[in-house]
């Protein structure tokens, strides 16, 4: 048992698509437990900092104004090998590429604006989540009414 945390953001263009249920239903679905949510505004210095390993790449101030330009939707999901999962359930970064039945493969139009943010490894979900919520504000998967069904280990 490998049980990981990450952080997964329903990115400006998702909030505004109505997006977030769908995409909270998937992890549900999938038997991921919610920790933290939160629908915030974020600013540049945030956003630079959580895009930072993109800083040299030429599309890095697009992508910041694209992040910084309507609210997104922040979240902590936690569960067996999430992060991997995590990563096959959004898919490619492309539309082009992300398969059918992958979030981006059903509702990405644009490499840019696709939707959905997964972190792709333990140390970048640790500053992820780190930059988006207060530690003492994350709930615990190990709390003992939480979560309310099976899904609890
Ligand atoms: N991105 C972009 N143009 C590109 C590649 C990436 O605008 O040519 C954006 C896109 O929003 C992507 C984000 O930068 O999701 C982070 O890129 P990364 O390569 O880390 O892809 P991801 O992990 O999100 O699939």
Redesign the pocket.
């Known amino acids: 048992m490998t049980i990981q945390r990450t952080f997964i953001m329903v990115?400006p263009d998702g909030v505004k698509r109505g997006l977030i249920g769908e995409i909270i239903n998937r992890f549900e679905q999938k038997g991921f437990t919610l920790l933290n949510a939160e629908l915030m505004n974020v600013d540049r210095q945030k956003a630079e900092y959580h895009?930072m390993?993109?800083k040299e790449?030429p599309?890095f101030e697009?992508?910041v104004d694209?992040i910084t330009s309507g609210p997104v939707f922040a979240m902590v999901w936690e569960g067996e090998s999430i992060i991997e999962v995590s990563r096959i359930m959004?898919g490619?970064?492309s539309p082009l590429e992300a398969m059918p039945g992958t979030i981006r493969g059903d509702f990405a139009f644009s490499?840019?604006?696709?939707v959905i943010?997964?972190s792709?490894s333990l140390l970048s979900a640790e500053r992820e989540i780190a930059n988006f919520f207060d530690p003492l504000s994350i709930c615990s998967a190990r709390d003992k009414d939480y979560p309310f069904d099976e899904r609890k280990s």
């Open positions: 990115k895009y390993e993109l790449k599309f697009e992508l694209f959004i490619k970064t490499k840019a604006e696709n943010h997964g792709d």
